[in-house]
């Protein structure tokens, strides 16, 4: 073996050993995530402190499979070779799909428009996909409280320094003195806390008919905590407290 040869076998291996790490990194820390929600989502139960039937404790663990799901198709992500950004407008179709799936929306028109352009880091996969799968499993679960078929729409487009997620409704919006930042579900509790992780903004606007949520979401200024410590595990470990990200305009 000539030793140019032998020296780009040994680069190949390093950035081999490189890239396992890191992939290893985010895959515990997705991990931690999903056991810190799946922990506070046992919590709500224990609180509520009500009989429920076989039909709502099956709805119960469709959400928590979604979720699992959620991180297992960011897992697979993972397990290519990174450059660094990931297209992320595909990856968030795969997500409300599995969202939709796992709440027998059939009956719900489901419109997007994702922009090719939309890119995140991929660091930023596991809580933007968490983030959206929580805001089209509120708009499932309260958009319509009547049972009222409806429409909910996911646009993701990219802007000058990261990307604009947004998820609509055509529901009965946030009820009046609501407000998101203080909610006790754990739904928003999720929002809240995984957009404060990757310091993300979360608007909450209702425009007349439903309720508009935009995230905005720098493409490639992370903060310091995402990759040195898990604050969505953190949070469960403080029985849900944590520090608001979200704006109202106006409450739900």
């Known amino acids: 073996m000539s030793l140019h040869s032998h020296n780009d076998t040994k680069l190949s291996d390093s950035l081999a050993l490189v890239f396992a790490f890191e992939a290893n990194h985010r895959i515990s820390n997705a991990l931690a995530a999903i056991s810190a929600a799946v922990r506070l989502q046992a919590l709500d139960v224990e609180r509520a402190a009500k009989v429920r039937t076989p039909g709502e404790m099956g709805r119960l663990l469709e959400e928590v499979a979604a979720r699992i799901e959620i991180v297992g198709d ?105 407000d998101p930042a203080s909610a006790a579900s754990l739904g928003f509790r999720l929002i809240q806390v995984l957009a404060s992780q990757i310091g993300a903004q979360v608007r909450f606007e209702q425009p007349g008919i439903g309720l508009h949520v935009t995230l905005t979401v720098a493409a490639y200024e992370l903060p310091e905590d995402l990759n040195g410590r898990t604050v969505l595990a953190e949070t469960s470990a403080q029985h849900g407290r944590f520090a608001s990200g979200a704006t109202v305009s106006p409450a739900r």
């Open 74 to 178: 960011v897992h697979r992500i993972f397990a290519q070779p990174s450059t660094g950004s990931l297209g992320i407008g595909t990856h968030l179709l795969t997500v409300a799909n599995k969202i939709l799936a796992a709440h027998w929306a059939d009956s719900t028109l489901f419109e997007h428009d994702l922009d090719p352009a939309c890119s995140l880091r991929s660091e930023l996969a596991v809580p933007v996909s968490m983030i959206v799968g929580e805001l089209i499993t509120n708009a499932l679960k309260y958009a319509h409280p009547s049972g009222v078929d409806g429409w909910i729409r996911l646009e993701c487009h990219a802007i000058h320094d990261g990307v604009q997620i947004r998820v609509s409704d055509d529901g009965v919006g946030l009820p009046v003195g609501f």
